[in-house]
C-alpha cells in the first residue's frame, strides 16, 4: 500500500533536482537579477506540476484510507465474531451460545446474537466537526420554521402566536394511556416468568407427564398473552378513543412487550430441556432481576447477563431527552407549516390526478424529514438515554444505512434491534423448521409479517384501514429487496435509494394525510351527520383542522 506514496516522492524528488551536468555548469544568480522568459515559463511549468501532484497524492490518499478503513472494518467484524464463536464453544454454559441434541425432540439452539461493549455510530460522528455541522444545519432549520411560523402568525393575526395545540391533542388523555401500559407490563413482568418457572421446576420431576405440563402451561400463556397483550391494548385505544399519539404509545408498548415475553420463553425453554438437574441440583431457571432488567433494556434479545458500562453519565441522559422534546417540536413544524397547509383540502375539491401528483411532491420533504426525525428521536437519543440509565454498554442499535447502496442492505441496518429479532426468531426458526430449504420463502414470509404489523399499528393509530404501509412492505420492498440487492455497488446506487426512500415517504405522507381529511371531510353513510357538521369543518387555523377527530365518535366499524 505504501508503494505509490513511494513512486509520487521519488519522481517529485527527480524531477525537482537539477542533474549533476546542468548543476555543476550552472553559475549562481543574483538575488535581484530579473528572470529571463524561459526561465519564467519553467517556473510556472514546475508549479503547476507541483500542483498536480499535491491534487494526486491527495486522491491516492483518500483511496488508500478508503480501502484501508473498510477492509479492516471487515477483518475486526470477522476477528470479534470468530472470537466470540470460539469462546462459546469453550464455555457450553452459556445459554445464547449452548450446542443441544439435534433429535427431533429438542430445538436447536444456533450463535445468537453476541453482545459487546460499543457506542452508537451517530456518538462517534459527532465528534467530527464536519458532522458536527449538519446537525447544526438541521437546528438551523428548526428555527427558521419556528420563525417563519412566529412571522405568519403575525401577518395574520396581527399578534405572536406560538400555541402547540396539535401537540397537546395529539398526546391527549396521558392518564388512560399510563394505567393501560401499567396493566400490560405487571402483567407481562409477572405473567411469562412465573409460567415459566412453574413449567421449569417441575419438567424433569416425576409427578406430572412431559406433555401434559408443558400443553397445560402453553395454553394457559396463550390465553392470558391474547387476552392482555392481544386484546385490551385493541378495546382501550378504541373505548377510550384516544388520539394519535397516545395510541401510538400504547400499540407500540403491545409490540414490545409481545416481541420481549417471546424472545424470553424462547431462549429459555431449551436451556431447561436440555438441563436436567443431576444429584438433588435445582433446575437452571432466570433469575428475576435478569428478566426485570431485560423488561427495560435496549434490546428484544433476552441474555442472562449484558455488558455493562462502569458507570452513569446522567448529562448524556439529559441531553438525549431533551433531543427527543426537540424532535417533536420539530414533527410539529413540519406538520403546522409543511403538511397541513398544502394537503388539508380546506374548499372540499375532488382529489385530481393533478392535485394528487402536486400534493405527492410536495410530501417528499416533510416526508423524509420526519423519516429523520424518527430515526434520530427513537432509534438515537431515546435508545441511547435508557442505555445510559441501564449502564448497557451494546449500542449498536442501528449501523450506517444511509451509506446504503442496496435495500436489502438498508433493511439490515435501518433497525438493528427489530432485525435481530426477525432474524434470530423468524428467519432462523423458520430456516430450522424447513431444514433450510426454503430460503427465498422464508425472507418472503419475514417481510409479510412485518408488513403486517406496521399495517396493525397504523390501522389502529390512525383509525381507519388504508394499506398503503403494507403495500409498500409487501409489494415494493419485496421487489426493491430482490433487486436492489447487495450485488449493486458504487454511488449511483446509494443515489437511487436515497431517491426511493424520498418518494415512498412522499407516498405515505400524502395518502395518509389525504384519508385522514377524507375521514373528517366525507362522513360514511349510516354513521351519523351531527359528528360531521360542515360548518365545524373549516376552522381558522390550519393545524386546529385536526381537532375535529378528538370531537369524533369514532365507530369501530370504521376501522375495517
Not at 526561465?39 to 483518500?62: M, S
Not at 390465553?223 to 400504547?250: E, K, M, N, T, W
Not at 434490546?299 to 441522559?317: A, D, F, G, K, Q
Request: charged share 15%; glycine share 4%; proline share 5%.
Amino acid at each position: 500500500m505504501a508503494t505509490p506514496s513511494k513512486e509520487i516522492k521519488l519522481r517529485h524528488r527527480d524531477k525537482g533536482a537539477p542533474s549533476n551536468s546542468t548543476g555543476s555548469e550552472s553559475q549562481p544568480k543574483n538575488v535581484g537579477e530579473p528572470l529571463s522568459l524561459e526561465e519564467e515559463e519553467q517556473t510556472n511549468l514546475e508549479a503547476h506540476d507541483l500542483i498536480q501532484w499535491k491534487r494526486h497524492i491527495e486522491a491516492v490518499k483518500a483511496d488508500l484510507l478508503e480501502q484501508i478503513q473498510g477492509q479492516l472494518s471487515d477483518l475486526l467484524d470477522r476477528a470479534m465474531k470468530e472470537s466470540a464463536e470460539s469462546y462459546s464453544r469453550r464455555n457450553p454454559v452459556l445459554p445464547s451460545t449452548t450446542n443441544v441434541s439435534r433429535s427431533g425432540r429438542n430445538l436447536r439452539m444456533e450463535h445468537g446474537k453476541v453482545f459487546m461493549e460499543r457506542k452508537s455510530i451517530l456518538d462517534e460522528l459527532f465528534e467530527i466537526n464536519h458532522i458536527r455541522t449538519l446537525y447544526h444545519m438541521f437546528i438551523a432549520a428548526l428555527l427558521l420554521l419556528i420563525i417563519s411560523t412566529l412571522a405568519v402568525d403575525y401577518i395574520d393575526q396581527g399578534r405572536l402566536v406560538l400555541d402547540f395545540d396539535l401537540l397537546f391533542y395529539a398526546f391527549g388523555k396521558l392518564p388512560t394511556v399510563l394505567w393501560a401500559w401499567m396493566i400490560m407490563f405487571s402483567y407481562t413482568l409477572a405473567g411469562p416468568y412465573h409460567t415459566l418457572t412453574l413449567w421449569g421446576s417441575h419438567y424433569h420431576g416425576a409427578g406430572t407427564p412431559r406433555r401434559v405440563l408443558t400443553v397445560g402451561c402453553g395454553v394457559a400463556l396463550a390465553a392470558a398473552q391474547s387476552c392482555i397483550l392481544g386484546v385490551f391494548p385493541v378495546y382501550v385505544v378504541i373505548h377510550h378513543q384516544l388520539p394519535a399519539a397516545s395510541r401510538f404509545i400504547i400499540i407500540l408498548e403491545q409490540v414490545r412487550f409481545l416481541m420481549k415475553s417471546y424472545s424470553f420463553i424462547r431462549e429459555n425453554v431449551p436451556v431447561i430441556m436440555n438441563h436436567k438437574p443431576q444429584g438433588g441440583e435445582d433446575p437452571r431457571l432466570p433469575t428475576f432481576s435478569s428478566y426485570l432488567y431485560f423488561l427495560f433494556c435496549p434490546t428484544l434479545i433476552y441474555r442472562e447477563s449484558y455488558p455493562r458500562n462502569p458507570y452513569i453519565r446522567w448529562n448524556y441522559v439529559g441531553v438525549n431527552f431533551a433531543k427527543v422534546l426537540g424532535c417533536l417540536f420539530y414533527l410539529y413544524f413540519i406538520l403546522v407549516r409543511l403538511c397541513i397547509p398544502v394537503l388539508m383540502n380546506e374548499n372540499n375539491h375532488p382529489l385530481s390526478t393533478r392535485t394528487l401528483v402536486l400534493s405527492l411532491f410536495h410530501a417528499t420533504l416533510p416526508g423524509m424529514l420526519i423519516l429523520l426525525l424518527a430515526f434520530f428521536a427513537f432509534l438515537h437519543c431515546w435508545l441511547n438515554a435508557f442505555a445510559e440509565m441501564l449502564r448497557f454498554a451494546d449500542r449498536m442499535f442501528y449501523k450506517d444505512w444511509w451509506n446504503s447502496t442496496s435495500f436489502a442492505n438498508y433493511y439490515r441496518t435501518w433497525n438493528v434491534v427489530v432485525h435481530d429479532w426477525l432474524y434470530y426468531y423468524y428467519y432462523q426458526d423458520f430456516l430450522w423448521l424447513t431444514r433450510r430449504k426454503f430460503r427465498t420463502t422464508a425472507k418472503l414470509s419475514v417481510f409479510l409479517m412485518s408488513a403486517v404489523v406496521h399495517e396493525y399499528v397504523f390501522t389502529l393509530c390512525f383509525g381507519f384501514f388504508y394499506p398503503v404501509m403494507f403495500c409498500l412492505f409487501a409489494v415494493i420492498g419485496v421487489v426493491f429487496n430482490f433487486t436492489l440487492n447487495d450485488k449493486r455497488k458504487g454511488p449511483v446506487w446509494n443515489v437511487i435509494m436515497w431517491t426511493c426512500l424520498f418518494i415512498g415517504q412522499g407516498v405515505q405522507v400524502c395518502l395518509y394525510c389525504h384519508e385522514w381529511y377524507a375521514q373528517v371531510h366525507c362522513p360514511r353513510a349510516g354513521v351519523g351527520t351531527a359528528r360531521h357538521d360542515p360548518s365545524t369543518v373549516l376552522l381558522s387555523h390550519p393545524s386546529k383542522d385536526l381537532l375535529l377527530y378528538h370531537s369524533r365518535v369514532l365507530d369501530p366499524t370504521l376501522l375495517w
